[in-house]
């Protein structure tokens, strides 16, 4: 949002033209300063100043209490602290900071892409609380996703897109979503079952109840499985 300019068309909100710099994109995997503190990222390219910008004078009283207000407002006062350096931030954080620098440049409509990746289910559930108080303040919330099951349980309305066309928009309590979503979970699996039914099936590896929440890439929750020898294990997720 923002990084290309627009070569034709416009983009209309309540009927009225907006430009790209009212909308925020929080990225599934944000491109933060790691070399700066959380505070620093969130108001980078919004900084409060003293004065006249040229004197290059940031106002960090006013920069710390418009962030405070915002984590207040969501609930991350004592989840975030914003004077860490991002460069030691968990995956779960590194969002957060991401979500607060959207916010903080008081956007009209904020997209988030897979937000939830690095989320355990008590912070999506927060999460979409949130979502929810700020589009009742008039914020526009765009969620881009792959679980299905968010869609349901936090949508107002769903556009489901099948290789780049858009197949269905409208009430996820609509009988053609409904049906869109059955499809998905209809494939057929053909296998050979006929070579590892004669192997030995011995247990080489078993993990159980592994969570992790790295500082860089996916966090992992409650995981558990095993692999047994001549087998290849899939593990899908998100």
Not at 174 to 184: A, C, H, L, S, Y
Request: proline share 3%.
């Amino acid at each position: 949002a923002g990084l290309n300019f627009p070569s034709s068309g416009t983009l209309l909100l309540d009927d009225k033209a907006i430009n790209f710099s009212k909308i925020a994109m929080v990225h599934q995997r944000p491109l933060l300063a790691k070399n700066l503190s959380v505070w620093e990222n969130i108001i980078l390219g919004s900084e409060p100043m003293f004065g006249p910008k040229v004197f290059g004078i940031v106002n960090r009283k006013k920069a710390f209490n418009q962030i405070k207000l915002l984590q207040k407002k969501l609930g991350l006062e004592s989840i975030l602290d914003i004077n860490q350096s991002v460069s030691e931030l968990s995956a779960d954080c590194v969002f957060y900071t991401a979500f607060l620098s959207a916010l903080y440049k008081n956007p009209n409509v904020i997209i988030l892409d897979e937000p939830c990746a690095p989320l355990d289910n008590s912070q999506r559930n927060n999460l979409y609380l949130c979502l929810k108080q700020l589009s009742k303040l008039g914020l526009a919330v765009i969620v881009i996703t792959h679980n299905v099951q968010e869609a349901f349980l936090y949508a107002d309305k769903v556009s489901v897109l099948r290789k780049g066309n858009l197949i269905f928009s409208g009430s996820v309590n609509e009988n053609d979503f409904v049906k869109i979503v059955e499809g998905m979970g209809k494939s057929q699996l053909v296998q050979n079952d006929s070579y590892y039914d004669k192997i030995e099936k011995e247990t080489i590896l078993s993990v159980s109840n592994l969570s992790a929440r790295p500082v860089s890439g996916s966090a992992l929750f409650d995981i558990s499985f095993s692999v047994c020898s001549g087998e290849i294990l899939l593990l899908l997720g998100q």
